[in-house]
């Protein structure tokens, strides 16, 4: 195994590695031997102390700059992280398990995407000026201040960048938590953004469980929280967030539908669907895991889906040929077999899959199941693990009110040739992010996030900019001030 440089310490505060081994031990597992890698400690109540006083005390003097420079040091960020992302890949493998093949082209580099792209976008950050007659409103476009981003553990490097590097661009000072599962790979994106020239104080990580978030999320200095977890973690944080009356992004989970119509391109629609369902193991929020497919090709969908997931290559995360990982943790790994053995109880068909891979580490068969019904729990819950739900259908409108039949709206998915009805389909989406004959592209410049119960805000794009800055109206009057006495 090539060996990544590990961060030294379990946190980074104020530009610097900090330990304090008063916290409770938080060990890190690399997924594909269950052993051991590394221990961090929780942050204590001196550490949240310590990130938010450094936040706070450094964001003013950041807000004051302009955009050109905080942007210049993002882009540098960028730099440094392309040029060391074979050994940030390796980190974030043992951080997930999630094969080489996958980390080296999506994870740093879609981190440093959002640091360039932000980065290029600092300068152009602007207010607008509005004529009142001879009398005039300028707005300005201010930083909110110290942000707290909270991570889920699918996808660390990805997501302490999305959240750092828009917060960052604006003018804010950020304290993030990275999820306890995977604690490593931010500290790494703070190293490298201080490196790359950014203030001490401005982008600091602590660690720690729920209690950590808890703690941020309602320390009064706060003045943002963006979450990427859970649906239920992310009604308590927007719950105590609101009582602050904080500004909230909330990027939660999904149960989102692919329709493959009988028109459809069978092989890209099998594509979309294994994308969709068993990239990183299926730990992806935005995963299509409803396959709704017209009868009519059904079993010739099956049949093709069946052959390709035999190519899979299950095994070493680090050995470049190997295209299919563990899960993340013996916890996930057991959440999802209860998931399978639900589907079976509940007289699913299982096509493929369906059983753990004996051995150390916690790998899953890619699972598929058929004849799924829409009132199953495979079919209602977000599994959060390689398990396919395929579903029939025959009418297209009785396929779109069952597809938006749920709690949540993250992504949602349609495979056809026929034009009209690809963008009918995708205007009748109940989710924020949609997919015509592809799934599960996220390029930053797009908009990201959910309807529904899967989220409030976006992240990526210019829509992000709203999320991490505030207007103030300025209003000038030129002439004398009318009082009525
Ligand atoms: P999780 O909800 O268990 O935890 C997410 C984070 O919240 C962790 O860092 C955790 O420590 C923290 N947390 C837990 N309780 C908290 C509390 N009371 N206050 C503050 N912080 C708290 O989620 P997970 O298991 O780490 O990740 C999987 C979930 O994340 C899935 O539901 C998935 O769909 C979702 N997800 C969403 C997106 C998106 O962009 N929409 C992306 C990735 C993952």
Not at 435 to 451: K, L
């Amino acid at each position: 195994m090539t060996y990544a440089t590990q961060p030294t310490a379990s946190h980074f505060i104020n530009g610097s590695y900090v330990e304090d081994t008063a916290g409770t031990p938080i060990e890190v597992i690399y997924p594909a031997t269950g052993k051991v890698i590394a221990t961090v400690h929780a942050a204590t109540p001196a550490i949240i102390e310590q990130a938010l006083d450094a936040a706070k005390a450094a964001q003013k003097a950041w807000a004051a700059i302009s955009g050109t420079e905080r942007g210049r040091i993002l882009r540098r960020a960028a730099e440094i992280m392309r040029v060391r992302n074979h050994d940030l890949s390796v980190l974030e493998t043992w951080d997930t398990g999630k094969p080489y093949q996958e980390t080296s082209v999506v994870d740093a580099t879609s981190g440093a995407d959002a640091l360039e792209y932000y980065g290029g976008m600092a300068a152009t950050l602007t207010g607008e000026h509005i004529q009142l007659g001879e009398n005039w409103v300028y707005t300005r476009r201010e930083a909110l201040g110290v942000c707290v981003g909270i991570g889920a553990w699918n996808y660390p490097t990805q997501i302490a960048c999305w959240k750092g590097a828009p917060a960052l661009a604006c003018g804010n000072a950020m304290v993030f938590k990275p999820s306890e599962t995977t604690p490593l790979c931010a500290l790494k994106v703070a190293e490298i953004l201080h490196e790359a020239g950014l203030p001490a104080g401005l982008y600091n990580v602590i660690q720690g469980m729920g209690e950590v978030g808890g703690a941020l999320v309602t320390d009064p200095r706060v003045n943002k929280v963006s979450l990427t977890g859970s649906v239920p973690t992310g009604r308590k944080v927007y719950a105590a967030a609101a009582a602050g009356i904080k500004h909230v992004t909330m990027e939660l989970g999904g149960k989102s539908p692919m329709i493959v119509f009988e028109d459809a391109d069978i092989e890209n629609a099998v594509s979309g669907a294994i994308l969709g369902n068993f990239y990183s193991s299926g730990q992806v929020c935005s995963n299509g895991t409803r396959v709704f497919v017209h009868t009519a090709i059904k079993e010739a969908f099956l049949a093709r889906l069946s052959e390709r997931l035999g190519h899979a290559v299950i095994g070493d995360p680090m050995d470049p040929e190997t295209s299919f990982g563990p899960m993340v943790s013996r916890r996930q790994l057991d959440i999802v077999l209860g998931y399978i053995e639900k589907g079976k109880a509940e007289g699913a068909r299982l096509v493929t899959g369906g059983a753990a891979i004996e051995g150390a580490g916690f790998f899953l068969q890619p699972t598929v199941f058929a004849d799924v019904t829409d009132d199953m729990v495979i079919a209602r819950e977000e599994i959060f693990g390689p398990v396919m739900a395929v579903l029939d259908f025959e009418d297209e409108a009785d396929v779109m009110a069952r597809a938006n039949d749920t709690e949540f709206g993250l992504a949602a998915g349609v495979f056809t040739r026929d034009l009209a009805r690809a963008h009918r389909v995708a205007a009748g989406f109940e989710a924020g992010t949609c997919y015509i004959n592809t799934y599960n592209d996220a390029p930053v410049e797009a908009p990201f996030g959910g309807m529904k119960a899967s989220g409030v805000g976006r992240e990526n794009a210019r829509a992000a900019i709203e999320h991490y800055s505030q207007l103030k109206s300025v209003f000038v009057r030129m002439d004398d001030v009318e009082a009525p006495f």
